[in-house]
Structure formats: structure tokens, C-alpha cells
């Protein structure tokens, strides 16, 4: 099981509370996980990605093992940790400024 | 005894506030969907029970949400707005072709005859309609075909704000976008016209009679006498009685006819209201004092309404889906302003009272008369 960290709007959305578990298959990509993500919870269908095109929405950026995956192809695979579990995929709404 | 239902969209949530007959003492519930821009809500006029949000958010893109009790409990619903087949282009700022880009839901109006049937006007300007209570959105097409490459953005954006049925005639509706105009369909939406003949906007545009472009901010019918439509354009008030082949101005005796929100009682088709605003570089009351004007001739003559109104230093605005009307008698009004107050009249605009003062910057205001 892979652990995902939703930002707080979404965590309401999806009714859940805490990190989201999910299993996932291999090999783990951002789209592999997006994937599943939206499965489990159709209602955050076009909130992190767009529903056509799948490109990740303006201000949110993709976080892991400290690392900054947002700019990186959705295929490109994902490091060893977060396929363990060790380590979270968070998703993160950027910061707004001002 | 019956109830009224106020329905308030803000830029941090939505806001319920309840009431029984008398307008007197309100409940407030809320924030729904909190921390998010609720452009609109709206509730079904033949189930006041279903009720449909816009939500939507510069992080997350659009939601909707519906409620079959009343608001006080929600579901998102289907949030996919694909525009039909190759989307195109249309004008942009610099003169060249811009292809279409959903950007959110301005506006949600039900069905008059089906709760499970609700129209969306989008932006970039587009109109969709869903027929299963949200679910999946299907867009109706031949309304960019009207000129809509012409269409261009204005400041506020490309918004299809204002969607009117015509309740004599199922197959007409007339809809509204911002630096677009009017336009009107006469067969469920197959086809579309303008509907702008008579709309002047000299300081808009290089045409200032174009067929297409003027920034109509809102328009407003009496559903016993569908033929007349009122109009707050950007500048001038308008109106016309031949189901928008005509317009003419009204804008008479108003101190500026400048605004955004207009509105007709709903026992009088000739009694019009609206919220002067001072100019549109300045989107404030003139003088720092907030009135609503009134006129019973269905235009030209217009009286201020300003009896338990902030009468000096008030800078707020009056958006244009903030201002609606219920069907008591006598018919009571009601706005919400960009300082997060909603103003009540139960008694047709003669006195005015806030029933809540401190919400986040009210997007939009409608009402519910409940049995």
C-alpha cells in the first residue's frame, strides 16, 4: 500500500480524514497513482488533473522524499520509498501569497 | 405560514439564512463548502428541496453540489465540462483567436418544470445543460456559433452569467455574457440570435450599435409578461417589450446608470430595482451612500430607497447575481454586498435591514418562498 497526502479542501471532498492508503500497481508513476487515486474516489476526478488532457492543474505541485516530481513526466517512475510505503505522495496546494 | 429560504454564495462558502413569514428573525447556516468561491446557488422551482452549487477554487477547478433537503445536506456531483467537439477560438485581448478554456460555473438556473434538469453558464462563456440532477454535462453547441468568434474577454472574464426561461414559451430562453451581449434561443437551444439591437456602448466598443460585444451585466424578466426584459448594462439601464428585438433606455433620473444587479417585484412587472454604481473604474454607491432605486413606471422615473441603509462611507459593491426577490406579499428584496452584507426589505424595498453583516464578499443571492 502506497500512502497519499491530500490537501485539506480535497480530504473534505473525498470525506476522508488523515492520509489516503492505496494499492497501486506497478510501476509507480504519478499517473499510476492519480489513477487510483480517482477510482477510489471519483469526486476528485478533475480537481488535481483535468479530466480530458490529465495535466496536473496550475497550483498544485507533486511532493516526495523532499523532491519536487510536479515538473516531471507522469510516466517517470517514482522513487522506492513511496512504492513501500515508507515514504508519502503529497499533494500540495500551492502557496497563495500575499 | 409560509417561509423564505435566502441562498448566498460568497467567495469563502455558501450561507443559508431561513426565516418564517414575517422576514423578522433569520438563522444563518454555514459556511458550506468552506474556504471555497460559491459564484451561485440556486434552488429548483418545481422541488425548492433540490438545490445546486456552484463551488469552485483556483486550486482545485469547479465542483457541483446538490442538495435534496433544502441545503441542509450536500453531494458533488459531476464536475466534467467538456466543450462540444473542436472547441475554436474566439477574440482575445490582443486581437488574435484564443481557443476556449472552461474555467468555472457563474451560474446555475434549474429547470422550471424539472428538478432533475439545470443549466450552466460557464466561463469561458458556454452554456450546458445536465438532465440527470447534475451528473454529466452535455453542451449546447450552437450558441458560440453566434458570432462567437467575436466574442472577447473583458476584465472580469468571458462568464455566461445570466440564463432567463421564458415561461410562455418552453422552446425560448434568453442568456447573458459579459462583453458578449444578449442572445436568444426560440427552439431549446438548436439556434441562437443576438439580441443587442439598440444596446449603445460608445465607450466600449469601436461600433458602439455592433451586433455583438456589449457587456451586458444583467438581465431580468416578470414571468407574467415575458416579452419585457430589463437590462443593467454596463452603462445604461435598459428595456425591451418585444422580447429582446429592441432595446430602449431607462435610464432617466438615476444619479449613475452604471451597476450590475436589477431586478423586477413579483407582483408588479412595472417595479424595477436597482443598485446605481459610481462609475466603471470605481465600483462603489455614489457619494459613499448605498441605495437601491426604485422605479413603478418600469423605467425612466426612479426613486432611492435608502431606510436602514448606510447613508455615509460605505464602498461596497453589488455584484450581479446578488440581488433577488420573493414572492410574499408584500414582495420582499433582498442583496448582498462585496462587504459581506445581506439587506432584507419585506415590505418592497421601503425600509431595509441587514440580516447578516459580516460574511465573506457576497458573489450571489437568491431566494427561496417556501409553502
Known amino acids: ?98 | 405560514m409560509s417561509g423564505i429560504r435566502v441562498l448566498v454564495g460568497t467567495r469563502k462558502g455558501a450561507f443559508v439564512l431561513t426565516s418564517d413569514g414575517k422576514r423578522k428573525d433569520w438563522a444563518v447556516s454555514g459556511p458550506h463548502f468552506a474556504g471555497w468561491e460559491i459564484f451561485h446557488l440556486k434552488g429548483s422551482p418545481a422541488d425548492p428541496n433540490r438545490i445546486y452549487a456552484s463551488q469552485t477554487s483556483g486550486w482545485f477547478g469547479q465542483v457541483i453540489q446538490r442538495s435534496s433537503d433544502g441545503g441542509a445536506t450536500w453531494e458533488p456531483v459531476g464536475n466534467k465540462f467538456t466543450y462540444d467537439g473542436t472547441p475554436g477560438t474566439h477574440q482575445w485581448y490582443d486581437g488574435t483567436q484564443h481557443p476556449w478554456e472552461f474555467k468555472r460555473v457563474w451560474h446555475l438556473e434549474p429547470s422550471l418544470t424539472d428538478p432533475e434538469t439545470v443549466y450552466a453558464g460557464v466561463e469561458d462563456a458556454a452554456l450546458f445543460r445536465s438532465t440527470d440532477g447534475g451528473q454529466a454535462w452535455e453542451e449546447l453547441p450552437a450558441l458560440r456559433a453566434a458570432k462567437g468568434h467575436l466574442w472577447a474577454p473583458g476584465a472580469g472574464g468571458m462568464g455566461l452569467h445570466t440564463i432567463v426561461f421564458d415561461p410562455a414559451h418552453p422552446q425560448r430562453m434568453y442568456i447573458a455574457i459579459s462583453a458578449a451581449g444578449v442572445f436568444r434561443t426560440d427552439d431549446a437551444g438548436k439556434t441562437w440570435r443576438p439580441a443587442n439591437s439598440g444596446l449603445k456602448s460608445p465607450y466600449e466598443l469601436p461600433d458602439p450599435d455592433a451586433e455583438v460585444g456589449h457587456c451586458v451585466h444583467r438581465i431580468a424578466m416578470h414571468p407574467s409578461r415575458p416579452d419585457v426584459l430589463f437590462m443593467q448594462k454596463h452603462w445604461d439601464v435598459m428595456r425591451t417589450d418585444d422580447a429582446g428585438a429592441s432595446w430602449r433606455e431607462i435610464s432617466g433620473n438615476l444619479p449613475t446608470d452604471f451597476g450590475f444587479a436589477i431586478d423586477v417585484h413579483a407582483h408588479e412587472p412595472d417595479t424595477v430595482y436597482v443598485v446605481p454604481i459610481k462609475s466603471d473604474s470605481e465600483h462603489y454607491p455614489p457619494e459613499g451612500k448605498l441605495r437601491v432605486y426604485r422605479s413603478r413606471s418600469g423605467g425612466d422615473e426612479w426613486e432611492p430607497l435608502s431606510k436602514g441603509l448606510p447613508q455615509r462611507d460605505c464602498y461596497v459593491n453589488v455584484l450581479r447575481d446578488a440581488m433577488a426577490v420573493d414572492t410574499l406579499d408584500p414582495c420582499g428584496v433582498y442583496f448582498g454586498t462585496t462587504g459581506g452584507q445581506v439587506y432584507a426589505s419585506a415590505n418592497g424595498g421601503d425600509a431595509w435591514a441587514p440580516i447578516v453583516r459580516d460574511l465573506p464578499a457576497v458573489l450571489s443571492v437568491e431566494v427561496q418562498t417556501l409553502p
Request: overall charge negative.
Open chain 1, 1 to 98: 500500500m502506497i500512502r497519499v497526502v491530500l490537501p485539506a479542501h480535497l480530504r473534505t471532498l473525498a470525506r476522508v480524514q488523515g492520509e489516503v492508503q492505496l494499492e497501486v500497481r506497478a510501476p509507480l508513476t504519478q499517473r499510476s497513482i492519480l489513477d487510483a487515486l480517482e477510482a477510489a474516489y471519483p469526486v476528485l476526478q478533475g480537481t488535481i488533473r483535468d479530466h480530458v488532457t490529465h495535466e496536473r492543474r496550475a497550483f498544485l505541485r507533486f511532493f516526495a522524499c523532499k523532491q519536487d516530481y510536479s515538473l516531471e513526466l507522469p510516466d517517470d517512475p517514482l522513487p522506492e520509498e513511496i512504492a513501500t510505503g515508507a515514504e508519502p505522495f503529497r499533494i500540495i496546494g500551492a502557496m497563495a501569497g500575499g
